[in-house]
């Protein structure tokens, strides 16, 4: 008998209220995964044999066996929290196997933020409050290593958006754009997911934003790392969660749970090969990338099927322009049914989850669809692919590409030079205690690494108007010269 796996629930819960209505996050998960099971059967409590939750920036130790008591879960569900660093589309992967396999009946996979109360707690005043939760979950899943190296932290720090920046730089080089037409480009498509967003009954902002808006930085709109501005940037300070429940297609039937309700995960892809940006061989045609995005398509096309919807993973641009090309895709706005990470909420690790629930609820309302949903892990460190349909074609298949892509992407050596001659490969400029500070990728003389950084206003202002990647340098201790 083959086991199906099928998504029956699905929750999504959003507040944007004043603070003393605003719940934490356990909360928020709770009140989703309860939307789940109503979307689904009250009976549905009685089948759950596992909780995944991606770790957010909440303290909870395992919020999963809490939520399983409070909705009186008869199993006594084994628990899993996922570290920052996995990939969210992974807790999907492994709960569609376990079913697969015959290992579980059914699974709970559900994330959630509260950042947004967090900072109306600042703005208000207020004290912010979680649930103690001390009690360790049944399995921490964390990544093999580090996201970045030291050398990277030391002149970016550990936020993203100075890395994601970067390979913007690369990118735009490759194409042969020009500086203010590539973010043109760039502002014009997130007009597009800005519209979306504001029509997206789970958007978070319902402000419509124009090109001329996002490409400006102004002080709502803050200069972040060139080329990109606040509203280029995922919104962390979001309170959202979101619940899938997953279950074999006999428990389905059990439970009368109507045919049209149904949506089959087809097949994925993912790439769990780590390198830290600057030892890339290539910063935006990474080996992984393209393999994972090769079984997707390779998938479509052995079924005769083609995409209808697309969410693709928009922590920043670059992020959707470079699952474009791995695609062979065109950059439009239908590459998001969301709105995108700027403007629905970018949830800092259940993204995934919210996407995939949106897909899945959109999927509903025709028949015969396919949809695809990406996502990331890290600085387009790790990347996955999933499809979906709402008519069951074939079992589900996975494939891991990390040991293909280990045998072939290689880390590349830093250099131990702090002077000498190289060639940029990508660069940005950073905002430091009001003056401004440009971080360089560079291909030394001696053909290895190294990350430079100048604080010449010269040659900072030229860098936002003229196109640097590519150009020949001389630096010394590290510095521009």
Not at 140 to 164: F, H, I, R, W
Not at 301 to 330: G, W
Not at 335 to 345: C, E, H, P
Request: hydrophobic share 35%; proline share 3%; glycine share 6%.
């Amino acid at each position: 008998m083959i086991n199906k796996p099928v998504v029956v629930g699905i929750g999504n819960i959003q507040q944007q209220e004043k603070f003393k209505d605003l719940d934490e996050a356990l909360i928020l998960m709770d009140k989703a995964t309860k939307k789940a099971i109503a979307d689904s059967s009250k009976d549905i409590i009685n089948y759950i044999d596992e909780i995944r939750i991606p770790k957010g920036f909440w303290k909870y130790r395992d919020p999963g066996k809490w939520i399983s008591k409070n909705n009186n879960f008869k199993n006594n569900p084994i628990t899993y929290v996922t570290k920052i660093g996995v990939l969210q589309q992974h807790l999907i992967n492994q709960a569609i196997l376990n079913i697969q396999e015959g290992k579980i009946n059914a699974s709970l996979i559900v994330g959630g933020e509260s950042r947004y109360k967090m900072i109306r707690a600042i703005k208000d005043n207020k004290e912010y409050k979680e649930t103690a939760l001390n009690q360790n979950p049944d399995f921490y899943v964390k990544a093999d290593a580090d996201l970045n190296l030291d050398e990277e932290v030391k002149e970016l720090s550990k936020m993203a958006v100075g890395y994601y920046a970067i390979m913007e730089s690369a990118y735009r080089f490759s194409k042969n754009e020009k500086l203010l037409d590539h973010n043109i480009k760039i502002a014009k498509l997130y007009e597009e997911f800005s519209e979306i967003a504001h029509k997206n009954k789970n958007g978070w902002s319902k402000q419509k934003y124009f090109a001329e808006d996002i490409i400006k930085p102004s002080d709502k709109n803050k200069y972040q790392a060139f080329p990109y501005n606040k509203l280029h940037c995922t919104s962390w300070n979001v309170n959202q969660a979101s619940a899938i429940i997953i279950c074999n297609e006999n428990i389905a039937d059990k439970l009368g749970i109507p045919r049209e309700q149904r949506v089959y995960p087809l097949a994925s892809s993912e790439n769990n090969h780590m390198i830290s940006l600057i030892q890339r061989e290539n910063i935006i045609d990474p080996v992984g990338l393209k393999l994972a995005a090769k079984y997707i398509k390779d998938t479509l096309t052995s079924h005769r099927k083609s995409i209808d919807y697309y969410d693709l993973y928009s922590c920043f641009p670059i992020a959707v322009q470079m699952f474009c090309d791995s695609l062979n895709i065109n950059l439009s706005s239908s590459t998001s049914i969301t709105g995108g990470m700027s403007f629905a909420g970018g949830p800092l690790n259940h993204y995934v989850l919210s996407s995939t629930t949106q897909l899945i609820e959109k999927m509903r309302k025709k028949k015969n669809k396919i949809g695809l949903i990406t996502g990331i892990s890290g600085v387009m460190t790790k990347q996955s692919f999933a499809l979906w349909t709402n008519n069951y074609i074939d079992n589900f298949s996975f494939e891991d590409v990390t040991s293909q892509a280990k045998q072939i992407d290689k880390p590349k050596a830093l250099s131990a030079e702090s002077s000498g001659t190289g060639v940029i490969v990508g660069y940005t400029i950073l905002v430091e205690s009001n003056n401004k500070k440009a971080v360089i990728y560079a291909e030394s003389h001696d053909g290895k690494r190294v990350i430079l950084n100048s604080r010449n206003p010269v040659v900072i202002k030229e860098m936002e108007n003229v196109e640097w990647v590519g150009k020949k340098i001389t630096f010394k201790n590290g510095c521009l010269v």
